[in-house]
């Protein structure tokens, strides 16, 4: 959904026209926040943001460093302009034994048909935070946080304020354009200082250097970065405008070239053999770093290897962290408190005496669920082991039983703590439920904590305290709500650690997310199952709004064309196409969703960026041997290229690839008259020269 005028914009006026309204909406932000006086009616400041942001939308490559889009007032009061990365930022997968590590390594040589070793760089995992820094023509441009891996946060100010760990130009020869990224870190040493400097004057103190890291890098004051000491290792690429290596070794070394800091415990592993032993070796020196890490990377050195192995959800085929074990220390358990989440499930969470574990202070462990605190044979009094690893939340391993124990076994509620609706846990289900539904306060806040979230609506200003708040006072029914908060400004303004200034940022802040992708929209909603990869292949699948629901309605109906249809799209299957059906066959849902739309232009999706891939839409049939890649990679690649595999071939295929020995399935193609392609046909239309055969 467009604004008028906009479908017959051509490229240059478009860009022209945002660089306008990047001008101007900046003018009337600095009026209305440095001045407080502002020149037009919020109504036309608003018109302006959203013709700003379906110009945007339509042309996705124009979209400005500076654009208002995500920008929620004057830069300065109310947070960083959002980057999109040209290349997504992703994670890694975890090992945490030989096994596993082992398994990672089946997985890789399995999918590229080989039998020899891999060759693997190996280097430390710091626990900072990834950035990436863009350079043209050897100059550093901008950097960006990761952000949810999409989009992160313009932090190039504060970047500047690093010294040499950023080189401002890039020694030697650059590429036209690179982006290059890397760790933002602490070392322990500068974290005790800090620490030091902040009792000194009594301010609040950070929980481990991570912490300290993130908080020094996304400062709204460059001069409060420079006063904090970051370092960066860099040890990784992201876009670039030529090959600059052909192996990670290589391209760490054209990293060092350019000036930047590369671990230097990092090294070249001739097999996988070496890594168990590579691993201890770091483990035995992790204590004595200067710095915190939790784990080791591996990653396979060949970039054609790499690039051939691509991506799998969010983490790369081709790389992984090895992490330590898990840091571990014993505590009482003093409380089990339950949790409603937002589709009802049940949590129960473990209140312990706080302790440190590691170097972070543990105060809360997940139980995941009624079956784990009974096989743990838990008492509340207990005195527990419990561990942290990496990132997730502390677990307790276990009870220490030569300490006093609890008095009595836990019992665990079959009504729900918040409404006192029964909790019923179905057959062979390991979650209980509150029946309770939307009346159920602590379902219908979760839901609103969960619509506002980062990878849903995003709304800054507006967290789980300030919705639990704005509930109670009952001013949030529904997320259509949401934006009906612009109207209670003045109220909210007036509330306690609220004033004029932050309740008008909150105005803004919806405002702008009064324009949104169908695949966000359709996750915000928090239906039971769809998640944010679910979301993105119904948006994709349906391609708009209008019909999405027009479908979703439609398929309550049992054994309706719509319920088969989408049960069927690839990724979805029957379980959560039931789920979906059930959420929409109640009509309060629809007049929910319905509400919500009628406040927003919900954007089409963004056809696959592979569209005008050269099979994007075909249905094809891989059959007979390849021979210069594996089925599993063949099919991975035509996905990616947004092609449909199947297995066998009926009038719906549009191409069938016929290796060696191909049988019946090249002679039905015959018959029906289908296009077939040998192998090499097929890389050449799909522009896959890359053609190294399996050793
Ligand atoms: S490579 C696609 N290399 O670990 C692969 N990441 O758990 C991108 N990290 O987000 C990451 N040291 O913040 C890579 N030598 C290293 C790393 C490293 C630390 C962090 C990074 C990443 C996270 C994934």
New binding site residues.
Partial sequence: MTEPGIPDLSEAEARGELARLAMEIAYHDRLYHQNDAPEIADADYDALRRRNAAIEARFPALVRSDSPTNRVGGAAEAGFAKLRHKVP????DNAFDATEFAAFCDRARRFLGLTAPLVFVA????????IGLTYENGVFVRGAT?GDGTEGEDVTANLRTMGAAVPQRLEGDAPASIEI?G?VFMTKADFLALNAAQAAAEQKLFANPRNAAAGGLRQLDPRITASRRLSL?A??MGDSSEPVAETHFGYLDRLRGWGFAV?PLSRRLDSETQAAAFQDQIGAQRSSLPYDIDGV?Y?IDDLALQRRLGFVGR??RW?I?WKFPAEQATTVLRDIRIQVGRTGALTPVAELEPINVGGVLVARATLHNEDEIARKGLRIGDTVVVQRAGDVIPQIVEVVTDKPRGEVAYVYPDVCPACGSHAVRPPNEVVRRCTGGLICPAQRVERLIHFVSRNAFDIDGLGEKTIQEFYAEGWLHGPADLFRLPEREADIAVRKDWGKLSARNLSKAIHARRTIALERFIFALGIRRIGESNAKLLARHYTNYANWRAQMVAAKIVGSDERLTLGSILGIGPTIAEELADFFAEDRNVAIVDALAAELTIEDAAAAEVADSPVAGKTVVFTGTLETMTRQEAKARAESLGAKVTDSVSKKTDIVVVGADAGSKARKAAELGIETLTEAAWRARIGDPEAAPPT
Avoid: H, Q, T, W
């Avoid at 930022?89 to 890694?92: C, E, G, N, Q, R």
């Avoid at 280097?123 to 990834?130: A, F, M, N, R, V």
């Fill in positions: 930022m992703l994670s890694l280097e430390p995992k710091i626990d900072g935070l990834s990761r990224r760790e290792f040890y990784a671990n990377v990653k983490a790369p790389a962290a």
